[in-house]
């Protein structure tokens, strides 16, 4: 008894003579378990391909003839019992395909066999596992009849927030979010309501150290014409960065960088009133004096000097 069950797929129900040969399964064919999935058998031996349950050289050996450990191939077999095709997750999440591939790209739900070498065209996902990730979409959400802006669906969200959908779906799942809806008689992904005006205010960070143009030319107190000449020139090093607003690249320069320029150079105006004096007068005494410029017209339309230059009796 011991030897058939250690080389044949046997189940409990299965009789030797009258008598039972195991009392638990201890292997299997792709063939009985096809049968006790419920799979078919070709999807059935690719899945068990990709995850490595079955041997490399599968292929020339029938259903009957390619054999298992039963116990190791638990797991994978209860997900292949409840497997369901990428195409299938579409539906069955509510989430379409753009939403559904991007859930799954962001981690946000995981297949358990993904299309590989051994002919598994689409992603295989588990229902529990789909069922657990609507469960906590949901949780909290408050269900309605109606809704009209700023409450609106994640994909609408996103796009009205300048972020990802997946920032938003992880600001549910963390409970970032404090108040989320659904739309009455609606499941799944697509019947999920947030409030635009509050993902916005959670996705829309400061821009730090990097600061925008606007706020260089405000404190510098030129124009924006000399702001662009002081970064093609390379005078101002300058980056692009995204913008925690818009989710854009925008050019910025750094805080240190602009008080190190600060600290070296200064414009004619903002000279002559530290020194309190008229800015004609000022440039007058420094022409008299020798002292020119630190960068000529016209390839930076403004005067600037450095402040080493500038005489401590003026």
């Given at each position: 008894?011991?030897?058939v069950g250690e080389s044949a797929p046997v189940s409990p129900e299965d009789r030797l003579y009258g008598r039972q040969i195991v009392e638990r399964r201890r292997?299997?064919?792709?063939?009985?378990?096809?049968?006790?999935?419920?799979l078919?058998?070709?999807?059935?031996?690719?899945i068990l391909a990709v995850s490595g349950t079955i041997r490399p050289d599968h292929g020339g050996l029938s259903d009957d003839r390619v054999l298992f450990s039963a116990p190791d191939a638990e797991e994978i077999l209860?997900?292949?019992?409840?497997?369901?095709?990428g195409r299938e997750a579409e539906t069955y999440l509510n989430a379409g395909r753009v939403h559904t591939k991007l859930l799954a790209s962001e981690g946000l739900i995981r297949p358990f066999a993904n299309p590989g070498s051994e002919g598994l065209r689409d992603a295989a996902y588990d229902t529990r596992e789909l069922d657990a990730f609507l469960a906590l979409l949901t949780a909290r959400a408050e269900?309605?009849?109606?809704?009209?802006?700023?409450?609106?669906r994640i994909p609408e969200a996103s796009k009205s927030s300048n972020c990802s959908a997946a920032e938003i779906v992880r600001a549910i799942l963390n409970g970032d979010l404090k108040w989320v809806g659904r739309i009455a008689g609606e499941t799944g992904y697509m019947s999920v309501l947030v409030d635009v005006g509050e993902v916005r205010k959670l996705v829309r960070g400061e821009h730090g150290n990097w600061l925008p143009l606007y706020v260089v030319?405000?404190?510098l107190k030129t124009t924006f014409a000399v702001v662009e000449s002081l970064i093609r020139s390379g005078i101002l090093p300058s980056e692009r960065a995204i913008s925690p607003m818009n989710r854009c690249p925008y050019t910025a320069v750094q805080s240190q960088d602009l008080a190190a320029f600060r600290e070296k150079y200064g414009s004619l105006n903002e000279l002559a009133a530290e020194?309190?004096?008229?800015?004609?007068?000022f440039k007058?005494?420094?022409?008299a004096r020798g002292i020119e410029p630190a960068m000529g017209k016209p390839t930076i339309p403004a005067t600037f000097y450095r402040r080493a230059d500038i005489p401590s009796d003026l």
């Open positions: 008894m011991d030897m292997l299997h064919s792709i063939r009985t378990a096809a049968l006790e999935t419920r078919h058998p070709k999807r059935l031996r690719r209860l997900k292949a019992k409840h497997a369901i095709s269900i309605v009849t109606g809704h009209a802006k700023p409450i609106c030319q405000s404190s020194k309190r004096m008229h800015f004609i007068r007058k005494e420094m022409t």
